[in-house]
């Protein structure tokens, strides 16, 4: 051993870091109380909950009040409560028939959800599972559309339905979607179809099943959380529409909820605020039961969908 070894410090032990504390909202000590930290997250849940609720409670109780003190307070109740606005806006003569319009509403939804969960489906299935040529090509086309915005095609897609004669009646609304024309639901579809075995078909084929056989005992049951999906936003965009009815929908019969809520409005100031809050509390009633019907099929379709 020389003497530059043996004049050699030791080396020092080796220590690991002390690990890091959390820093919570508020203050800089940390707190090992569960019980805090859970009253504070939810403290401030509830408090973005309540300024979210707020003006759809405000609605609710405006439509209440009498016309003359809908917009006096901002409170949520007041002393005066009134269902002359409800009984007002559901029979407000025979060019407001609110019964008609939720009907109609409720017709051209059924329809457009069952053309898009048809139409959709069965294209997402060429798409996922079939190969032809320019699948990719096509399919890039088809995303591609979601770039185009709607006010591009409105006026040539007037132009052609008007030639058709079927301006003021619901086939301008309806035959698009079974036409696929909603290229959000085919991608939808297409990832969760392509997230399925393949070897469910070979056994379906080893049973004699052809494509036809696979999509309708394989890939439709297998993909309700995403035809849910479909169904749940087809609903909503449907029911929620107002410049689609407005252009083709011209007659006080064929009007829809949304167009039958835009006559309580007048430009000349004689707007009539109650009837207008206490039928847009009711528009929202079938919007609300849908989504909590089909809020699991929702939730579970947008978490599987793409996933390998």
């Known amino acids: ?5 043996a004049a050699r410090p030791p080396r020092p032990p080796h220590t690991t870091r002390p690990p890091r504390t959390r820093r919570l909202l508020f203050g800089n000590r940390p ?17 973005a909950l309540v300024l979210m609720l707020y003006p759809l409670l405000w609605m609710v109780g ?5 016309d003359n003190q809908v917009f006096t307070t901002l409170g949520l109740w007041t002393g ?3 269902t002359e606005n409800y009984t007002n806006g559901w029979g407000g003569g025979d060019q407001l028939n609110f019964s008609r319009f939720f009907l109609n509403s409720l017709t051209l939804t059924v329809l457009s ?39 591009v095609t409105l006026v040539p897609q007037y132009i052609l339905f008007n030639q058709l004669g079927w301006v003021n009646t619901f086939l301008p609304l309806v035959v698009p979607k079974i036409m ?18 393949t070897s469910l078909d070979d056994a379906a084929r080893i049973d004699g099943c052809g494509h036809w056989g696979i999509f309708r005992r394989v890939v439709v049951p297998l993909s309700i959380p995403a035809l849910g999906t479909t169904a749940l936003f087809t609903f909503i965009n449907t029911w929620n529409d107002f410049l689609g ?10 009007w829809t909820v949304s167009q039958g809520l835009a006559s309580f409005l007048d430009a000349t100031g004689q707007s009539e605020y109650g009837s207008l809050f206490a039928m847009s509390t009711l528009s929202l009633v079938p919007v609300v039961g849908f989504f909590i019907a089909a809020q699991r099929l929702l939730i579970e379709g947008i978490a599987t969908t793409g996933l390998k």
Do not use: W
């Open 1 to 5: 051993m020389t003497a530059t070894t």
């Open 31 to 47: 707190t090992r109380n569960p019980l805090l930290r859970a009253i504070a997250s939810h403290s401030v849940m509830i408090m």
């Open 62 to 66: 405006a439509s209440f009040r009498p």
């Open 80 to 82: 005066d409560v009134t």
């Open 113 to 151: 959800i069952v053309g898009n969960l048809i139409s959709c489906s069965l294209t997402a299935y060429a798409f996922a599972r079939l190969e032809f040529r320019f699948k990719r090509t096509l399919f890039a086309l088809v995303i591609g559309t979601l770039l185009l915005p709607y006010h």
């Open 180 to 197: 696929a024309t909603d290229a959000f639901f085919i991608f939808l579809m297409v990832q969760f179809i392509r997230a399925l075995p």
């Open 245 to 254: 009815p407005m252009l083709y929908l011209t007659e006080p019969d064929t």
